[in-house]
């Protein structure tokens, strides 16, 4: 049972457009959730936070769209650069229970 | 402020060994994570250490286990290696288990299973 879902595995955006990441989850005890960017052969760099109390957080140029009644979220990055292009997972958590990933939208951003 | 290391980077063994991984987090970060990325999945929880204690555990088999010292470093350890254990092994850190707590991923040690 995939409590985290990322339903398109790729995505591509030309440079300087919006690049719009989706993630739905399923369990409603989950109160956290993060943003990762991965490259080939490296480990997932932290991107963006939020939590359940928010609808909205915004750093630089990524921001996170929480709709808790949809149990949807959303990654906004604009405008899109070819530095980029990576694999986005988004994660969740509530309480003490692990970290839940799902399993990552390739972003190609096209120069 | 050094981020989180494991060592080694790659490591190839063959079916019947078995390995042991380090993880060392960040100063300060109590807490440890453990997950396996193989080719089209995502993350896969192994388990998770706060104070020398397994707080949680994936659904893995008992061939994997895991330990933390008292200094916040752990090691993973699979034993009797088979092929599908080929994967990326990731470790985490994070100050505690708190929902708030992110977690700040290691460079992950590619284990090749031959």
């Known amino acids: 049972d995939q409590q985290v879902k990322q339903n398109s595995p790729s995505l591509s955006v030309q440079e300087g457009r919006i690049s719009i990441l989706n993630c739905d989850y399923t369990?409603?005890?989950?109160?956290?959730f993060l943003w990762y960017k991965k490259y080939p052969a490296e480990g997932p760099t932290f991107l963006i936070s939020?939590?359940?109390?928010?609808d909205k957080n915004e750093d630089g140029r990524f921001t996170v769209f929480l709709n808790k009644s949809a149990k949807h979220l959303s990654l906004h990055i604009v405008p899109s650069q070819p530095g980029d292009s990576a694999v986005y997972f988004c994660a969740a958590k509530g309480g003490n229970t692990p970290l839940v990933f799902g399993k990552g939208t390739r972003l190609s951003v096209i120069a | 402020k050094a981020g989180v290391t494991q060592t080694p980077r790659y490591l190839i063994k063959t079916r019947g060994q078995q390995v042991t991984l380090s993880c060392s987090p960040i100063?300060?970060?109590?807490?440890v994570s453990w997950y396996q990325q193989t080719p089209g999945q995502g993350l896969q929880f192994l388990f998770e250490y706060f104070s020398e204690t397994q707080r949680n555990k994936g659904n893995f088999p008992g061939r994997f286990s895991g330990r933390q010292f008292s200094n916040s470093r752990s090691e993973m350890n699979v034993s009797t290696l088979e092929l599908g254990d080929s994967a990326l092994y990731l470790c985490?850190?994070?100050?505690?288990?708190?929902?708030?707590?992110?977690?700040?991923f290691g460079p992950g040690t590619r284990l090749t299973v031959l």
């Open positions: 985490a850190s994070s100050l505690a288990l708190g929902a708030g707590d992110t977690q700040y």
């Open positions: 369990n409603s005890m989950f109160d956290y």
């Open positions: 939020i939590s359940s109390i928010k």
């Open positions: 100063s300060g970060h109590r807490s």
